[in-house]
């Protein structure tokens, strides 16, 4: 599959089709995962200061404020760990997660079954909205990039809208790594490689998604 995406100077995606073995209620997170899931595990790529307000201020270019609750999801696993809240979920998500909390890019991960073709990346209007979580939680996504299927934005740098989230009948995913060309230009292209060694280390078949211009 292909990816497009709007021209949106600084932004440095990298994506990934995951097809998986078996559906993840029947893939539980190995130990080897689940201990990448430490702040002071052994990682590939890392994140920095600089890095964390690259991506603050890549998110801005449109009008979104990433503060609060609204913050980068990756600095929300950081926050996660110190307080202890850092757990596993499951296989292809907490794959994601290790990705995200060591390089300091975020990550979705989305059931491909549940987008509506086509998908692409694109900027969502101002007062653009969807529901992030089972307890019917929204949030404003106008002026986020996002990527989009037919039905609207479904995932973000911020929060994963709930219609297109993993299930435990989910086989098929498409990982985005939202990444930044500053301050290292290779480091989105280095957790997107390692994340799709996660994946395939979970036994999953992964095909890089090439991201084209539209």
């Keep these: 599959m292909n990816l497009t995406t709007v021209a949106y100077p600084g932004l440095a995606l990298g994506a990934l089709a995951v097809e998986l073995p078996e559906p993840l209620d029947r893939l539980p997170s190995p130990a080897w995962l689940t201990e990448l899931l430490r ?3 052994e990682a590939p790529v890392r994140g920095s200061e600089a890095l964390r307000t690259a991506v603050r ?6 009008g979104y404020r ?4 609204g913050k980068p999801s990756s600095e929300y696993l950081v926050a996660a760990l110190a307080e202890g809240r850092l757990g596993p979920i499951n296989a292809v998500v907490d794959a994601g997660n290790v990705a995200s909390l060591h390089s300091g890019l975020p990550v979705s991960v989305v059931d491909l079954e549940r987008c509506l073709p086509p998908l692409c990346i694109d900027v969502p209007p101002e007062g653009c909205r969807y529901v992030f979580n089972r307890s019917g939680q929204e949030i404003d996504v106008g002026g986020l990039v996002s990527l989009c ?5 479904c995932a973000n740098a911020v929060k994963d809208a709930q219609r297109t989230k993993t299930s435990p009948a989910t086989r098929s995913a498409l990982a985005v790594v939202w990444g930044c060309e500053a301050p290292e230009p290779r480091h989105t292209e280095r957790t997107t490689a390692w994340l799709a060694e996660l994946c395939a280390r979970l036994g999953a078949k992964v095909v890089p998604v090439e991201v084209r211009p539209r």
Aim: proline share 11%.
């Design 39 to 41: 702040g002071d595990a």
């Design 66 to 69: 990433p503060t609060g609750r």
């Design 149 to 153: 299927d037919a039905g609207g934005p």
């Design 57 to 62: 201020d890549l998110l801005r270019r449109h």
